[in-house]
């Protein structure tokens, strides 16, 4: 399997209580490092990982159970410490914006909620947006 090195951005985590489910959930940006963990929407940035330029990240909800749901992909141009793009599923951008009228109610409601973790994980981070 082909991996790369991590950038010096950190990842993040956030618990979250659902009160009313009565589960708390795990918010978390991790870098993706490997072909593998890029999968086919953004293969192609495989390159421009290896080489440093780019970094991939998953924004993604973890329940208590371990199971981990991937709600957005961020690309971050790490020497600028810039997030270049965000996209969800069907390009689908952090706030629930989409074009998709059959997206699930469900993951729409998670994309709102995505978007003040992006956002605290850039504030922590120092990043940028050029998006």
Known sequence: MITWGP???????????D????ETFTWSVRELRSYRELGHCVYSYA??????STSIWSLGLENEKGQRQRIL???VEPRARAVTQVRGRF???PGGKTNKKNLARAYQRLL???QNV????????????TY
């Open 7 to 17: 950038t010096s951005i950190r990842e993040f985590e956030l618990k979250q209580e």
């Open 47 to 52: 390159k421009s990982c290896r080489s440093g």
């Open 73 to 75: 992909t961020i690309a």
């Open 91 to 93: 390009n689908a951008l």
């Open 112 to 114: 709102a909620k995505s």
């Open 118 to 129: 992006l956002g605290q994980w850039m504030s922590n981070e120092f990043l940028s947006k």
């Open 19 to 22: 009160r009313q489910l009565r």
